[in-house]
């Protein structure tokens, strides 16, 4: 059970997990039922939990746990919890070091246009690479897609030289057809 972070992120997810299958268990067991997972193995529905947190595949989790869909999503449901926390928790580390890596990125690009003899080692390739993603990650943030065309324009002598064409195959195709007695 470790989500991304520190350990001290990791213990804390463990026991939030180890707690939140205990009230459920508990809860389960004051209305009677004695079929749900937190009640039966307890330490088997901590793990799948753990598994869900870390933002493993479902279909991952039911291949190492050997349990089915239908068992993740009612665990899901039974600890949305803890399971949407944790979702937010990585998502605000996603955004820090998304933070952290386009800052260092534009330092590292202004250190480099400042020394000509920097920038004349970048490969143009990698400059259009740069470009071109960037490029379509503010477009797709501003909900404008990146859409290929391809343009064909037919000009005039196009036309003449397929006419042409045409009437030569067809003229070659008439001559053939043609039976000498």
Do not use: N, W
């Amino acid at each position: 059970m470790f989500a991304p972070g520190t350990p001290e992120d990791d213990e804390k997810l463990a026991e939030a997990i180890y707690d939140s299958v205990c009230f459920i268990a508990e809860e389960k067991r004051k209305r009677g039922s004695t079929s749900v997972l937190e009640i039966r193995s307890p330490e088997r529905a901590c793990a799948i939990l753990g598994m869900v947190c870390r933002a493993v595949p479902e279909r991952t989790i039911c291949k190492e746990m050997r349990t089915g869909f239908d068992v993740i999503r009612a665990l899901k449901r039974r600890h949305a919890e803890i399971v949407e926390a944790t979702r937010s928790h990585r998502s605000l580390k996603a955004t820090k070091l998304q933070l952290k890596a386009a800052d260092a990125l534009e330092k590292k690009l202004d250190r480099v246009m400042d020394d000509e003899e920097s920038l004349d080692k970048v490969s143009v390739k990698d400059l259009a690479l740069s470009y071109g993603i960037t490029t379509d990650k503010q477009r797709s943030i501003h909900g404008e897609g990146t859409v290929v065309s391809h343009e064909v324009k037919v000009t005039l002598e196009d036309a003449r030289a397929a006419i042409d064409e045409a009437k030569a195959s067809v003229a070659k195709a008439a001559k053939e057809k043609v039976i000498d007695v």
